[in-house]
């Protein structure tokens, strides 16, 4: 392969210091604004809203383009997790000939495929001779804005 989004570095969730940030109760308008006092604030942690099995969970960022067309840009940080079943249409970090990309799977009949989501990239077909793991399933996009 040589598409340059398989430069992923993985970090493990840090749910021990139970850090937590305010959240603010009712949702956020993208209409007319509320009053402000309509808003009560609750603690939240990140990491315990988007990590449901802390020892199978990484996170990601991705480097490249090659998953635009998911939403998945360039500095995005992933969360992976590890202990859910890789299916047909879901996008997942994976290992292949020796190198990690990020795509979305294309579970066939007799064959496996790893579909980008930029028109700028072919697909990767696996066949026999390629070495395939799963890695893990994307479970939630942290968008760098």
């Known amino acids: 392969?040589?598409?340059?989004?398989?430069?992923i570095i993985f970090f493990q969730p840090d749910q021990g210091l139970g850090k937590s940030s305010f959240l603010v109760q009712e949702g956020i308008s993208a209409g007319f604004p509320s009053p402000a006092d309509d808003f009560k604030e609750l603690r939240i942690s990140i990491d315990r809203e988007v990590v449901k099995n802390r020892e199978a969970?990484?996170?990601?960022r991705v480097s490249g383009e090659s998953m635009q067309g998911a939403g998945l840009d360039d500095g995005d940080l992933l969360v992976?997790?590890?202990?859910?079943?890789?299916?047909?249409n879901k996008i997942a970090v994976c290992?292949?000939?020796?190198?990690?990309?990020?795509?979305?799977?294309?579970?066939?009949?007799?064959?496996?495929y790893l579909m980008p989501e930029n028109p700028?990239?072919?697909p990767i077909k696996v066949t026999e001779g390629n070495e395939l793991v799963v890695w893990g399933v994307v479970t939630y996009v942290v968008k760098k804005v």
């Open 1 to 7: 392969m040589s598409d340059k989004e398989n430069k």
């Open 57 to 60: 969970t990484f996170y990601a």
């Open 80 to 88: 992976i997790d590890r202990s859910l079943e890789p299916q047909d």
């Open 95 to 112: 290992f292949i000939d020796g190198e990690f990309t990020v795509k979305r799977l294309k579970i066939e009949k007799d064959c496996v």
């Open 120 to 122: 700028k990239y072919q």
